[in-house]
T-cell receptor, first 111, second 111 residues
Framework: SQTIHQWPATLVQPVGSPLSLECTVE??????LYWYRQAAGRGLQLLFY??????ISSEVPQNLSASRPQDRQFILSSKKLLLSDSGFYLC??????????FGSGTRLTVV | QKEVEQNSGPLSVPEGAIASLNCTYS??????FFWYRQYSGKSPELIMS????GDKEDGRFTAQLNKASQYVSLLIRDSQPSDSATYLC???????????FGGGTRVLVKP
């Protein structure tokens, strides 16, 4: 069966510090991968998605970036965090036309 | 007009009653429809998917789809306090890789 791992679960980072969040999927090949952010009390905002290694589509211009160095690995990064980057970051995988399976999420607080 | 609209609630339901959640979408070519449940502080969990007009039942959950009216609903029968959560409606455009989420409906089941 497929599983998705996301870490860390919580993170407190100072403004201006770098960020690296990692997500890996097991038990499947060539999945679509997604990064979402959910601000407190708000809806899901799609940040990036990837249909294959090295293929990244950005949905929202911002100081975040994403990379997919391996088929089942998706990384979200920032060189310098802003206060507005605080939120609940969710990684998800799917096959085209089907629903997503989300990871357990990372709660990021930028102070 | 938002692409996927839901009443934010809260929808207050007595224990044992039926909770009825509604979702409308704007893109007529949408093909796949999903309901997610999100407990406070947790990641969304897929509970129902529906692809053709009509009803689909899974345990206490029934999803209803009417493509002509661009409307999808979720019924929760015999509501339990453990059903208290935010329910997200998600829509996949034709052959698309991305889901568009509604803002969610918060459901409170009172004992």
């Amino acid at each position: 069966s497929q599983t998705i791992h996301q870490w860390p679960a919580t993170l407190v980072q100072p403004v201006g510090s770098p960020l690296s969040l990692e997500c890996t999927v097991e038990g499947t090949s060539n999945p679509n991968l997604y990064w979402y952010r959910q601000a407190a009390g708000r809806g899901l905002q799609l940040l990036f998605y990837s249909v294959g290694i090295g293929q990244i589509s950005s949905e929202v211009p911002q100081n975040l970036s994403a990379s997919r160095p391996q088929d089942r690995q998706f990384i979200l990064s920032s060189k310098k965090l802003l206060l507005s980057d605080s939120g609940f970051y969710l990684c998800a995988w799917s096959f085209t036309g089907y629903g997503y399976t989300f990871g357990s999420g990372t709660r990021l607080t930028v102070v | 007009q938002k692409e996927v609209e839901q009443n934010s609630g809260p929808l207050s339901v007595p224990e044992g009653a039926i909770a009825s959640l509604n979702c409308t979408y704007s893109d007529r070519v949408s093909q796949s429809f999903f309901w997610y449940r999100q407990y406070s502080g947790k990641s969304p969990e897929l509970i129902m998917s529906i692809y053709s007009n009509g009803d689909k039942e899974d345990g206490r959950f029934t999803a209803q789809l009417n493509k002509a009216s661009q409307y999808v609903s979720l019924l929760i029968r015999d509501s339990q306090p453990s059903d208290s959560a935010t329910y997200l409606c998600a829509v996949n455009k034709a052959a698309g890789n991305k889901l568009t989420f509604g803002g969610g409906t918060r459901v409170l089941v009172k004992p």
